[in-house]
T-cell receptor
Framework: GAVVSQHPSRVICKSGTSVKIECRSL??????MFWYRQFPKQSLMLMAT?????????EQGVEKDKFLINHASLTLSTLTVTSAHPEDSSFYIC?????????????FGPGTRLLVL | GDSVTQMEGPVTLSEEAFLTINCTYT??????LFWYVQYPGEGLQLLLK?????DKGSNKGFEATYRKETTSFHLEKGSVQVSDSAVYFC????????????FGSGTRLSIRP
């Protein structure tokens, strides 16, 4: 089946630094990718929709200058957490839409655990 | 707006017990409905889905039927195993919301040997 990878799987950084997370669709082209955030024992909250070749669409309350999204190719989207703070510590999950399987079919990456000290 | 409500956990059952996890939704139009599973330390996996009323999704012994009249999509399994211990998320995707997936809060399931 379709596979989505994320790198790194976990990262620890100091407060004030920036962290880049990559999301790749390995065996299909994804014009649309999604970034979610999951707090411990809570559900996934959609942060933004990443469209290849255009600007990302952010959900209400998500700071676009803090969470920079770039979708430069049909298989790669990146999320950069800028000037990270401890409250940004969370589990970040991406998903990729495989249009060949239908508009609503998304495949999820394994997630990236971010800890900001 | 569109939303999903599922029963709160944690749910603890003995092996071979019958499982039901309730899920109801609110959406305009006719959304697609999903159950996702997240095993400890792993990412989300699609468990099953249904795209129209009265459809039944099934996988790995789990089943859920799209009930438009009750706006429900309850997850059931006749005999659970220890390996079913995970967090289960009910979700919907509606064209009215650009097919974004909206998740319920998740239900943690623990199965005792």
């Amino acid at each position: 089946g379709a596979v989505v990878s994320q790198h790194p799987s976990r990262v620890i950084c100091k407060s004030g630094t920036s962290v880049k997370i990559e999301c790749r669709s390995l065996d299909f082209q994804a014009t649309t990718m999604f970034w979610y955030r999951q707090f411990p024992k809570q559900s996934l909250m959609l942060m933004a929709t990443s469209n290849e070749g255009s600007k990302a669409t952010y959900e209400q309350g998500v700071e676009k200058d803090k969470f920079l999204i770039n979708h430069a190719s049909l298989t790669l989207s990146t999320l950069t957490v800028t000037s990270a703070h401890p409250e940004d510590s969370s589990f970040y999950i991406c998903s990729a839409r495989d249009l060949a399987q239908g508009q609503e079919t998304q495949y999820f990456g394994p997630g990236t655990r971010l800890l900001v000290l | 707006g569109d939303s999903v409500t599922q029963m709160e956990g944690p749910v603890t059952l003995s092996e071979e017990a019958f499982l039901t996890i309730n899920c109801t939704y609110t959406a305009t139009g006719y959304p697609s409905l999903f159950w996702y599973v997240q095993y400890p330390g792993e990412g989300l996996q699609l468990l099953l889905k249904a795209t129209k009323a009265d459809d039944k999704g099934s996988n790995k012994g789990f089943e859920a039927t799209y009930r438009k009249e009750t706006t429900s999509f309850h997850l059931e399994k006749g005999s659970v195993q220890v390996s079913d211990s995970a967090v289960y998320f009910c979700a919907l995707a509606a064209y009215s919301s650009a097919s974004k997936i909206i998740f319920g809060s998740g239900t943690r399931l623990s199965i005792r040997p």
